[in-house]
């Protein structure tokens, strides 16, 4: 079956700007998680998702970060005033939603923050 | 702060060698134990979890965990060129549903 899904692959944007990231997990899947991860660095935990609602959004580093995920399924994670620090591969992974089950990472949205 | 640590290397073994890699973690609630690997460019990719003191194994792959040294680790016997990657130990906490990830160890295996 499809695997996770990230649209756009890349993204280059000005510092200032609005973006929104989007995430397709696997189907099925009720849990659905952002990361974020840096040149030389592990991923960092963004937000995870238990279907409709954020269960944990204690990994945004500020509010300029946003996501949503309105109907159960496909995520948006949206920043606003991007600043070059933001510059990153967001990851989005899915699980199927219990305790413990393995996360499965889509490819991830580079972006570039100039 | 609850802490993965790995060492970042280059860890280089020639082909066909055992590579070991090593995870040691800050949080004794940690309930289960990850290992991904990562190709230059590429998103994670899960290569076995552990949640049990002691060794699983998986083809050339065998996990350890040791919970009262707050250690985990991974050997990857036969060491092919293939395997030439990133290897990013990850942990789940106690509390939460959020993996812990460390840096990455990088390994080359050599011809």
């Known amino acids: 079956g499809a695997g996770v899904s990230q649209t756009p692959s890349n993204k280059v944007t000005e510092k200032g700007k609005y973006v929104e990231l989007r995430c397709d997990p696997i189907s099925g899947h009720t849990a659905l998680y952002w990361y974020r991860q840096s040149l030389g660095q592990g991923p960092e935990f963004l937000i995870y998702?238990?279907?409709?609602?954020?269960?944990?959004d204690s990994g945004l580093p500020n509010d300029r970060f946003f996501a949503v995920r309105p109907e159960g399924s496909v995520s948006t994670l949206k920043i606003q005033r991007t600043e070059r620090g933001d510059s990153a591969v967001y990851l989005c992974a899915s699980s199927p939603g219990l305790e413990g089950e393995t996360q499965y990472f889509g490819p991830g949205t580079r972006l570039l923050v100039l | 702060q609850k802490e993965v640590e790995q060492n970042s290397g280059p860890l280089s073994v020639p082909e066909g060698a055992i590579a070991s890699l090593n995870c040691t973690y800050s949080d004794r609630g940690s309930q289960s134990f990850f290992w991904y690997r990562q190709y230059s460019g590429k998103s994670p990719e899960l290569i076995m979890f552990?949640?049990?003191?002691g060794d699983k194994e998986d083809g050339r792959f065998t996990a350890q965990l040791n919970k009262a040294s707050q250690y985990v680790s991974l050997l990857i016997r036969d060491s092919q060129p293939s395997d030439s990657a990133t290897y990013l130990c990850a942990v789940r906490g106690g509390s939460g549903y959020a993996l812990n990830f460390g840096k990455g160890t990088s390994l080359l295996v050599t011809p």
């Open positions: 552990i949640y049990s003191n």
């Open positions: 998702f238990q279907g409709t609602g954020a269960a944990d």
